[in-house]
């Protein structure tokens, strides 16, 4: 079992930046895939970035590249997601995901475990 525990967000103004943080249990953290997503209410989950356990690559949705930055750090068993220039329709609940055994993807079905989620507001 692997918990995994979002932080960082939180209410900030149209251009503002926020940086949310994702620590995962376990000591193979550095083999996880990890995601981030993001939801809002009646709709589905959708996919805003990734990084390989390498660190090697990394995949963005097109509505955040250039404003948005996914990095990890394996000696602290943490994932980040650095948001810049945010707009109002960043606002959503945004969800760390973790793969196991070196996989990584872009769809909700690839990914073991989800955090409780962490709540980014952007106000206009």
């Known amino acids: 079992q692997v918990q995994v525990v979002e932080s960082g967000g939180g209410l900030v103004q149209a251009g503002g930046s926020l940086r949310l943080s994702c620590a995962a249990s376990?000591?193979?953290?550095?083999?996880?895939?990890m995601a981030w997503f993001r939801q809002v209410p009646g709709n589905e989950r959708e996919f805003v970035a990734a990084i390989t356990w390498s660190a090697s690559n990394t995949y963005y949705t097109d509505s955040v590249k250039g404003r948005f930055t996914i990095s990890r750090d394996n000696a602290k068993n943490t994932v980040y997601l650095q948001m810049n220039s945010l707009k109002p329709e960043d606002t959503a609940v945004y969800y760390c995901a973790v793969a196991l055994n070196l996989r990584v993807g872009k769809t909700r079905y690839e990914y073991d475990y989800w955090g409780q989620g962490t709540q980014v507001t952007v106000s206009s």
């Open positions: 376990g000591r193979s953290f550095s083999t996880y895939g």
